[in-house]
């Protein structure tokens, strides 16, 4: 029980940080972050594995983002499945 208020009282602070955490990150991996908003971002960092492990999850899925980008359609393709589905329906 001690144990557990220790806890508390030492992340006491931590949801509303957190939140504001969570809003910048996507700022902050596009180092758009003024060097103040920079530094407090990072000295939260240190002290807080959830947002470290939240901006771990950030970065890997805009650099799978950037890898693999969303194909654009192609037009054949479309419009073999809009010709199956057209003879699908008309069965
Ligand atoms: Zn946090």
């Known amino acids: 029980m001690r144990r557990f208020r ?5 992340h006491a602070h931590d949801p509303l940080v957190c939140r ?11 180092g758009a972050l003024p ?12 002290e807080c594995d959830g947002c470290t492990g939240y901006l771990e999850d950030m970065r890997r899925l805009i650099g799978s983002l950037q890898e693999a980008p969303e ?6 393709t479309r419009e073999a499945l809009l010709r199956a589905f057209r003879e699908l329906r008309d069965a």
């Open 6 to 10: 220790i806890w508390r009282r030492r």
């Open 71 to 76: 194909p654009p359609p192609d037009p054949a």
């Open 35 to 46: 060097q103040e908003e920079r530094v407090r971002f990072e000295a939260h960092l240190a």
């Open 20 to 30: 504001a955490f969570v809003e910048l990150v996507t700022d902050y991996l596009e």
